[in-house]
């Protein structure tokens, strides 16, 4: 799937059209600012069908289930297919999108190149990125004010405790919690968690048994309940 970056389009836009620079200090060529990037035809009506369905909820049980089953663009891990080929083609174009149109100075680290190797990052930025052109539905600014106000700095403010100053420009960092999470799924480790998940149901079905059905025969001291423990 090809994609363009809004400044493309923008300088293609405006090739030909530029306007002398009259005051020596500010280039006239190009959009001052640059559309939201849209996203390919299969998010877009998949979000236009979710969209209808919040504010008209199916009544049928078929078409809830149906409803319940349709992937979430904002939810990556949910897509197959043509829509998660449209859903990187896409967020690739925010991600650039964002760096260029709301950040300035590199006080904040900014969404690096090499975002698609941090999951966190996919998981938040599919989510601000379906919320950004969800304002397009709105009637007022007062959705985009929000999206302004809230997402987009809760986000940044996400992005930079965890990614700090890693991954510069060309220098891609591994994830610094590889071996903490890999002696956390290892085997071992999985199955004594899996035994205390044996046990704890084991224990609970004889406190169970214990435990008096009638009012009239339950213990009178809390002490008698603390001993079962």
């Not at 799924?185 to 009638?214: C, F, H, I, S, W």
Request: aromatic content about 6%.
């Amino acid at each position: 799937m090809t994609t363009m970056h809004p400044s493309q389009i923008a300088t293609r836009a405006a090739a030909g059209n530029a306007a002398p620079n009259g005051n020596g200090m500010m280039p006239l060529v190009g959009l001052m600012v640059w559309p939201f990037p849209e996203p390919g035809p299969t998010i877009r009506t998949a979000m236009e069908q979710l969209q209808m369905a919040s504010i008209e909820p199916p009544a049928d049980e078929e078409a809830l289930r149906e409803l319940a089953q349709m992937p979430r663009p904002w939810d990556p891990g949910s897509c197959t297919g043509l829509m998660r080929s449209e859903l990187w083609a896409w967020l690739d174009l925010v991600a650039m999108w964002l760096n260029e149109q709301h950040l300035w100075n590199v006080a904040r680290p900014g969404i690096p190149e090499c975002w698609p190797a941090h999951p966190h990052l996919v998981h938040d930025l599919a989510v601000l990125a379906c919320n950004r052109y969800y304002t397009s539905f709105a009637v007022t600014p007062a959705v985009l004010e929000d999206w302004h106000r809230y997402a987009l700095p809760g986000f940044l403010e996400r992005l930079r405790d965890r990614l700090g100053d890693g991954c510069q420009p060309g220098k891609h960092q591994p994830r610094p919690r590889r071996e903490r999470d890999e002696s956390h799924a290892a085997t071992p480790k999985r199955r004594g968690r899996a035994q205390r998940y044996r046990d704890d149901v084991e224990r609970a079905g004889e406190l169970a048994t214990l435990t008096p059905t009638n009012p009239d025969t339950s213990p009178k001291n809390d002490d008698d309940i603390h001993e079962r423990w």
